[in-house]
């Protein structure tokens, strides 16, 4: 994504499945990795989580990622394309 200043990139991670049957088990994927800054990674995350129509027009969508490495997280596998549209919607107004 170079959309508005915006750097991220896709990279390897590991997420773990969780809970159930499966509580250790981690799946190695691709992921988008998103540069915090100017606002610093906690900030970031603080804003998609409590957006409130950081763009014009909208009632505001939260994102919920994870942060690794001093950058906020989005796992593909767990957004539809719809998603992630938002989300980077989202990410753009909350960089500015």
């Known amino acids: 994504m170079a959309r508005e200043g915006v750097r991220a990139e896709v990279v390897r991670s590991v997420a773990k499945v969780g809970g159930g049957a499966l509580p250790l088990l981690e799946l190695e994927g691709p992921v988008v990795a998103v540069d915090p800054s100017p606002l610093g990674?906690?900030?970031?995350?603080?804003?998609?989580?409590g957006a409130r129509g950081l763009h014009a027009g909208s009632a505001g969508t939260p994102v919920i990622a994870r942060i690794e490495r001093e950058r906020l997280v989005?796992?593909?596998?767990?957004?539809?394309?719809?998603?992630?549209?938002?989300?980077?919607?989202?990410?753009?107004?909350?960089?500015?």
Request: charged share 40%.
């Open 41 to 49: 990674v906690d900030e970031l995350a603080r804003r998609l989580r």
């Open 74 to 96: 989005l796992d593909p596998r767990t957004m539809t394309d719809g998603d992630a549209e938002v989300a980077e919607t989202e990410i753009v107004a909350a960089l500015r």
